[in-house]
């Protein structure tokens, strides 16, 4: 009796597609093995803020680079720190007493409303009472030098005056200048002066009365 046919070995496709098929679940392995890393997102409210410094530098920064902490204490009881820091253009700038800090770069007083007026944590709801203050004894103190500023703000005793007095003479101040532009633009604009100085409010015309209001408007109209 012959022998039996030989069993023809396995097709060369059938090794192929093993092999392949072992080669993918190494690699899918791998892959299943190498976790993947998700960048972490700025939070919604982080925005892109821009300022451009005295020196001609712009500074592009988010709300999170703003570091923490307040200089209001500080601030409020040195009125010559006040006069250094307020604005970078001024002769009297003095970048090393600037608290805050972005970048490397020391901010001017002046621009802290551009800096935190966005800012997602709301500082500037507690800074901008102070900031106002600030700006009204620092535009005063570079009118002048020092010594005339002290000059003016001294009591009867010839010791300086506080900086709640300082403030409180310099609101009056305001105050009356404010009411004599209010009354000067009256006399100037005569029988104009109510179309002029007035604004729309719930369908009709209503002129202003509030001397700052008035006063503002008149700066407006003469920059024109």
């Known amino acids: ?103 490397g770069h020391p901010i001017a007083l002046k621009y802290w409303q551009v800096v935190y007026r966005r ?22 103190w570079h009118k002048s030098t020092p010594e005339n500023f002290w000059a003016e703000f001294m009591d009867e005793n010839g010791k300086q005056k506080s900086y709640t007095q300082i403030l409180e003479e310099l609101r009056e101040q305001r105050k009356q200048d404010c009411l004599a532009i209010a009354a000067s633009a009256q006399e100037e604009y005569g029988d104009i002066y109510f179309s002029k100085f007035s604004y729309h409010k719930k369908g009709k015309r209503v002129a202003m009365t509030d001397p700052r209001a008035v006063s503002r408007h008149y700066k407006r109209c003469k920059t024109v």
């Open 1 to 103: 009796m012959p022998p039996p046919p030989a069993i023809p070995p396995p097709l060369p496709l059938a090794v192929t597609t093993q092999t392949s098929l072992q080669s993918g679940i190494e690699l899918g392995s791998s892959l299943r093995a190498t976790p993947v890393v998700i960048p972490s997102l700025q939070p919604i409210g982080d925005r892109d803020h821009t300022l451009q410094l005295g020196s001609g530098v712009v500074l592009y920064f988010r709300a999170s680079e703003i570091p923490d902490g307040s200089p209001v204490p500080i601030l409020s009881k040195d009125l010559p720190r006040l006069g250094k820091i307020w604005d970078d253009t001024h002769s009297s700038w003095d970048p090393a007493l600037a608290p805050l800090v972005i970048q």
């Open 119 to 140: 800012d997602p944590k709301g500082r500037w709801n507690y800074i901008k009472k102070y900031w106002h203050n600030w700006k009204m004894i620092a535009e005063r």
